[in-house]
């Protein structure tokens, strides 16, 4: 069975994983990680792979599992097929470029959308709590 979504390298996965946690830019991650942004872009561009001291440091701000990007980072090692590209809607990308501190949209703007999307969303923000714990 092929996978709907395009194989990609760590590069393509990391850099998705990114987008889907709402950093604007890799050096915004770098920093929140505590990283180094060229070390980032050193794996954005597959020129190397992260530790494992690396991806227990990432994987909880990416909002991923350790062994999940292990798993992307190391498919060779282990065994398994190369990562697929983590599902994320384009309104994500979209929202986190708008919402993110180096938007063009004025804070008061951007304060305002946010709190509209937080209303908008919480009632099913306690759907999917409940769907997870079930």
Known sequence: MTPSRPLIGFG???KEAIQAAGFPTPTHFAR???TDPS???RWLSEEQRPTI???ERIAPV????IPEIVMAAYPDRLGGPP???PAAHPLVRELA???GADSPIPAADRA?????LDRLFEPYRKVSRRRRSA
Do not use: C, F, K
Request: proline share 4%; charged share 15%.
């Open 12 to 14: 393509g996965y990391l």
């Open 32 to 34: 929140t990680v505590g």
């Open 39 to 41: 070390v980032v872009l």
């Open 53 to 55: 001291r690396s991806i």
């Open 62 to 65: 990416l909002g991923r599992s």
């Open 83 to 85: 990562p697929v590209a």
């Open 97 to 99: 470029r708008i919402l």
């Open 112 to 116: 305002a959308l946010e709190t509209v």
